[in-house]
């Protein structure tokens, strides 16, 4: 049986805007990937807690407020301090070009900025999940 | 039948270009059809549908003369980071013959947490300023006379608070509540739907909603109460229609609960405004804003029997399309907001704000500002848009697809009614899933190409990372906390604990209006989050359904 790859889409922070994370859900789920979606308002804590009880393969942050610079590396940290060595943990939002090789060294793997097709995380997270 | 040689000679134009476009096809997919005639507005009758400006049912706009009597407000949304240095924003926006200001606040304002909260870290000062006390409200409203300028606050579950801040500013500055100009955008229905910064459960939140109309009706006369907001719901992937329908059932339901809470109609209607998107499609903005004039028009004097004709205005504040703006080539930007302005001026907007070529990236730069501003003034001074009341009245066009919008709209109010109106809709979900499908169907038509957007899904040219991007600077965070820290030293802590005693008190009495209450702890520095802290113990918080 094929195995289904599992992924939590999450909104970091105090940001209300979730088109972008619930289109980028729907277009997940329907690539085949079970989707988990947090909503709104989601602490660093909460989200480490949903994808060590989800099992989940990957974490997709959404955030268009300027505040990942503090907010992505935290989850990163916690999801790794939390033994999910292998969970791939990639975001999106408005997020200026500067920002991204820092984002990438906290171990962001990749960060996906306005005007991405869906088909290119699909893409990305099918080739990069362990 | 008066038409018939019309319909014969319609129909041999459609065999005649069918012909033609079999072989040459036309575009694809495309909604309207090809060409509007007379035929396309059999039943429509000038008097009963447009009337005149100024008059019932306002679809050629609310004013008698339009923009021949004075321009729109040109008022461009703006703060960040600090008070002091949203200050500084304003009177350079003021100074470049901006005509009205708009407050953005930051996150943890909007959602009713201090600065020194754990759960505001990053976001202080990030997409807006940040506002902790009356002390940060009198630095950001530092040498602006509140009696001469309006000023626009986006801020909504706690909206009560911040325009108490302001007639303490106001106060302080001489300027007594009965003169000042503004408007707060107190939508929370909307915040549940489809933005986000919703605090308390819907009863408690229209209580407070209903305590500001009363309350400003007889104090602040002049002040907008409530802008029932539109712009979120599109950029949250609305279409047209769905955007107005969603909105003004949200606003149907602000009058049933202030009319529950004993208001006469006309005391507080007169104060209702609105707030709409400027999107691409130029013509269709057009037709939106006039149907929308036109149903709020019917529902206030035939479902609720306003009598007084300021009651059945919608009066409308506009900002172009937030999530049109493209990260690739972002110039083109501008050209986009200039369409989106014509639209929102062809459509008889009362104010607008014009967003910036840069602002898929990051906050706009004060150059970017500049431009997005003198494009309004372009279009004002040079375009001739602003010269004749609603000049596209009477377009063939046009006027079906303002019948075609005004009768989707009314389905969907229909509809919304039959689940027991818009905050029960909103409980069930329905609104939101209905604005998730737009989104979802818009972001397959981009990515199948069926939607071109120019720079990214065309015409895209390999580009240098954007340079010079205005950046929001760590060390916001930590000024903000000394500020703070340094009036809850100096303030009088027994004088605080005993207003916040009094609000707390008064909010487990459902007959009190709180704003005298929120009022008098505002001006004792009692802070946002002590504020919405003791309405959050009494009043809970709400708990989001969340549905894919």
Redesign the interface.
Known sequence: MERHIRVLVAKP???????GA??V???L?DAGFE?I?????Q?PEQITEAALQEDVNVVALSLL???H???FPKVVNMVRGKGMNDVLVIGGG?I???DIPGLKEAGVAAVF???T???SIIDFIKANVK | MANESLQAKMAAYTAKVEKAAAKNPERQNLVPNRLYTPLDLEAFDYERDLGFPGEYPFTRGVQPTMYRGRFWTMRQYAGFATAEESNKRYRYLLEQGQTGLSCAFD??T??G?DSDDP?????IG??GVAIDTLKDMEILFDQIDLGKVSTSMTINAPAAVLLAMYIAVAEKQGVSADKLNGTIQNDILK?YAA???YIFPPKPSMRLITNIFEYCSKNVPQWNTISISGYHIR???STAAQEIAFTIADGIAYVDAAIKAGLNVDDFAGRLSFFWNAHNNVLEEVAKFRASRRVWAKVMKERFGAQSPKSWMLRVHTQTAG?ML???QPDNNIVRVALQTAAAVLGGTQSLHTNSRDE????PTEDSVRIALRTQQIVAYESGLADVVDPLGGSYYVEALTDKIEKECWEYIKKIDELGGAPAAIEKGYIQREI?ES??RW?ME??NKQRV?VG??QFQIKEK??EG?L??DASVGEFQKSKLAKVKAERDGAAVQAKLAALETACGDEHQNLMPFILNAVKTYASLGEICGVMRKVFGEYE?H?S?
Request: proline share 6%; hydrophobic share 40%; no cysteine.
């Open positions: 922070g105090l940001d209300g805007h979730d088109r619930k289109v859900a729907r277009a789920r989707v979606y947090t909503g709104l308002r602490t407020s300027g505040a610079n503090t907010l408005v200026p070009d500067a900025t306005p005007g097709p869906t088909a | 996150l943890p909007q959602i947490y759960i505001a870290e990053g976001e990030k997409v915040e933005r986000g910064t950029e949250a992937g999530s493209t990260a690739q898929a990236l990051a906050l998730q989104a979802y972001q981009v990515e957007i990214v899904n990372p954007a991007l950046r929001v989001a969340v894919l």
